[in-house]
């Protein structure tokens, strides 16, 4: 098992920028690829960004891209995602998640490990 939380979200202007964290605890974290995803009120959860578990190779949704990025640090159980010239359209809960597969693939399969997610509100 894998404990994910979350924080770091929060309100913005448009153009500001958040970092939000997840700490991980549990079995081995540098076992698992890692990764957000983002739910808008009435929306679809989608997929924002993944690293691998070595944090060698990153991916991004297209939406995020030269935005986004995302880290980790294994050494403190640790992923992070740096939001940059936030738009409002970025308003959603954001969640961190785990999974034995690869980062690669984390946006068509399933992750094993969800956290409760954080509020990230972009006033216009």
């Known amino acids: 098992q894998v404990q994910l939380v979350e924080s770091g979200g929060g309100l913005v202007q448009a153009g500001g920028s958040l970092r939000l964290s997840c700490a991980a605890s549990?079995?081995?974290?540098?076992?698992?690829?890692m990764g957000w995803f983002r739910q808008a009120p009435g929306k679809e959860r989608e997929f924002v960004a993944a690293i691998s578990w070595s944090g060698g190779n990153t991916y991004y949704a297209d939406s995020v891209k030269g935005r986004f990025t995302i880290s980790r640090d294994n050494a403190k159980n640790t992923v992070y995602l740096q939001m940059n010239s936030l738009k409002p359209e970025d308003t959603a809960v954001y969640y961190c998640a785990a999974t034995l597969t690869t980062a690669q693939t984390m946006g068509v399969r399933p992750p094993n490990y969800w956290g409760q997610g954080t509020q990230v509100t972009v006033s216009s």
């Open positions: 549990g079995r081995t974290f540098s076992g698992y690829a």
